[in-house]
């Protein structure tokens, strides 16, 4: 039962290169989430999604990209990465964001620009 | 005006006492609101759900609700030193899962 698997865990990245932070569930979720979170911060939404082929943005989503082709993997792109988006990517899923249906969440991206 | 908002801490409770964690929020349409647990270097897990003004219990943890003053709050009763940890409140609407800045606890024995 793998639930929400991110790839990779660890990636340092020099100035300007870009990378795609890979995102898939296997538990048929419509909702799909990209959080970052920096040091002693909480989660901030960069891109959501409410089903496949449906994204929008969140409440930081310059800088980065996302597709939603499949049910199953949300994908977060960077291009021209720079130092301030040094953090710990989160990816996420639910049934739906109500009820008794929580987040899953992946073990995360530690991801340093140098 | 930020979206989600929580009392800055961090909040330090002695052993067996009672914390209590806050939270406001700006969307009046917002529909469900969640505590989250975070263990440092770890995935949030989540702790508390709640979606009508009032209480909720479960088990040492309390969730209120109150949508005119668009405020959430989770009480911890018995805190134990495992407690420790930062929790996060995230608010919901329309598929959009937003969080605050979370509030680090630490319960000293």
């Known amino acids: 039962n793998a639930g929400v698997t991110q790839t990779p865990k660890f990636r340092i990245l020099k100035i300007g290169q870009s990378m795609t932070l890979q995102c898939t569930q296997d538990m048929n979720h419509n909702y799909m989430y990209w959080y970052r979170q920096d040091p002693g911060m909480g989660l901030k939404l960069i891109y959501y999604?409410?089903?496949?082929?449906?994204?929008d943005k969140g409440e930081v989503p310059n800088g980065y990209n996302v597709s939603r082709s499949t049910t199953e993997d949300f994908p977060l792109r960077l291009e021209l990465a720079a130092p301030s988006q040094t953090s710990v990517y989160f990816c996420a899923s639910s049934y739906q964001p109500k009820g008794d249906s929580p987040l899953h969440f992946g073990n995360g991206t530690r991801l340093t620009v140098t | 005006q930020k979206e989600v908002e929580q009392n800055s801490g961090p909040l330090s409770v002695p052993e067996g006492a009672i914390a209590s964690l806050n939270c406001t929020y700006s969307d009046r349409g917002s529909q469900s609101f969640f505590w989250y647990r975070q263990y440092s270097g770890k995935s949030p897990e989540l702790i508390m759900s709640?979606?009508?003004?009032g209480d909720k219990e479960d088990g040492r943890f309390t969730a209120q609700l109150n949508k005119a003053s668009q405020y959430v709050s989770l009480l911890i009763r018995d805190s134990q030193p495992s407690d420790s940890a930062t929790y996060l409140c995230a608010v919901a609407r329309t598929g959009k899962l937003t969080f605050g800045q979370g509030t680090i606890l630490t319960v000293h024995p």
């Open positions: 709640i979606y009508s003004n």
């Open positions: 999604s409410v089903g496949a082929g449906i994204t």
